[in-house]
């Protein structure tokens, strides 16, 4: 067409289409539920406006918030339509082509590493899954705000624009039609698009219909001139007619019944809002299935675990929690200055944001699920939802349950529990249990430190989930319950050392004495971990003490005095040599077996570690 205009993608899009159209191996079935799952925001952002302003949804065929797919055999097409919200033509410029989302590269670099193509969808680039299965594609779309414009690439590194004076106005929403390649004809199948539809678009919250073939029974009068490719099947069931024999001389029409093809709308799901059912009677497989759809997650892994229940009272509310199996690429790199959390808000059934950052504190911005509640308002502006008096009571206890949540995780792991007596996990679900909270750990720990940081109220019940290695755990990880349940008698505090790794620390003078009299001393390797320390001051009424600072108690020693006294003149010669800005004080102390001497950090001083941390910052 002349008059397109043409544009070229942004280079990082125009990289990932080619790895996306020679990924010749990969699990082609994810365009459909990608296309899906955006028409499915599109028309979740089309009924959010229309709770403030209805008439943004038109009448008719318009109103309706719908997906319909229809088969094109002969030329080869797959189109989906939504009645959503559409978008203009800069909206299809911007997102379909010339603006690469955060995550664009990041895909790409994975993808260039064999990642896993499915995961498209988490990295908001799934829309360029459809040159999986299509070598030119069309996207038609109406916007309230604009005209009908007809986006179309065959990706080649462009793509073009034109106003759609051709195609029959869509009223509002979005058609995107797939000219299949060569390979892809099996999409054509109805029967797969259903297995598809049913395999990964379950718990989308809108219908999605295909324009399905049918057979239906027709009345067709039983001419004898009738068209001759009837078959003798049909002839010899024509006994029926006599029923419509003539009666009293008044003549009727003869007719019979024939199988006839015809096509009308099949709604292949039905939309069931899993959080609205009893905890009870939502089988496992169904919470593996929704945490799939709400996160985008699509390999095999399970979710570590999952809460589903009903606050009741002043605020009501459904909820379901989700602990994923894996961290997201960018989880904690974007830490710090975003507060996105990862819960679909729902008033009454009806989607409202998924970047409401009132929910979940940062350091729970892992979790996935959703909320739905029945006492914020609907129909009120997102940015008064944000200030909602209720928002506070909601987010206290989504934390209250996420935590109790993570510490199961714990409790049924049969590897965590040192307690033989807490055997109640039935044996088949031990296996899958087994080694959990490791997993957890692993992806999140760093998320359950920075809650203690920053949560000053959940303090002590996330020191609980708390995991480290110690001079004792011989490779594995201690919590704080253990390490206390193991302590000396007389032992006071509970010791620590900061470094950079395990190896590090074990070889540390300021261990020899602890280990020697059978003290257990947590290792604390990770940067972090300096931070964490200076806001954990005790646990269980017991006190951190730094064993590389001063105030280790191990109890007194007889001989200390008679020693004190015998090198009284040599600490003083040490003292006159020593003591200036960077030495406070030269002590006798028990707390050497084999070096003869220590640097050691003043009880409120930066540790050794610390500096080193503080330091590789400034460069
Ligand atoms: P994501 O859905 O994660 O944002 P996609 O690559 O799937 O990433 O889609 C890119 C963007 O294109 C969407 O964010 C949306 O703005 C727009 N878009 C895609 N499909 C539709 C549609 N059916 N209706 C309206 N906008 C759409
Ligand atoms: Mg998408």
New binding site residues.
Partial sequence: RSSAEKFEFQAEVSRLMDIIINSLYSNKDIFLR??I???S??LD?IRFLALTDKEVLGEGDDAKLEIQIKLDKDKKIISIR?R????TKE?LIK??GTIA?SGTSAFVEKMQTGGDLNLI?QF?????SVYLVADYVE?I?KHNDDIQYVWESKADGAFAISEDSWNEPLGR??E?RLHLREEAGEYLEEDKLKELVKKYSEFINFPISLWATKEVDVEVPADEDESSEEDTNEKTSSEEEEEVEEEEGEKKPKTKTIKEKTQEWEVLNDVKAIWLRSPKEVTEEEYTKFYRSLSKDFSEEKPLAWSHFTAEGDVEFKAVLYVPPKAPHDLYESYYNSNKSNLKLYVRRVFISDEFDELLPKYLNFLKGLVDSDTLPLNVSREMLQQHGSLKTIKKKLIRKALDMIRRIAEEDPDESNDKEKTDVEASDKDEKKGQYTKFWNEFGKSVKLGIIEDASNRNRLAKLLRFESSKSDGKLVSLDQYISRMKSGQKDIFYITGTSKEQLEKSPFLERLTRKNYEVIFFTDPVDEYLMQYLMEYEDKKFQNVSKEGVKLGKDSKDKELKESFKDLTKWWKDALVSENVDSVKISNRLDNSPCVVVTSKYGWSANMERIMQSQTL
């Fill in positions: 990608e296309l799952s955006n028409a925001d599109a952002k939504d959503g919200i559409g978008m909206d997102n379909l989302k969808g908001g680039v799934g829309f360029y996207v779309s929403g979005t995107i």
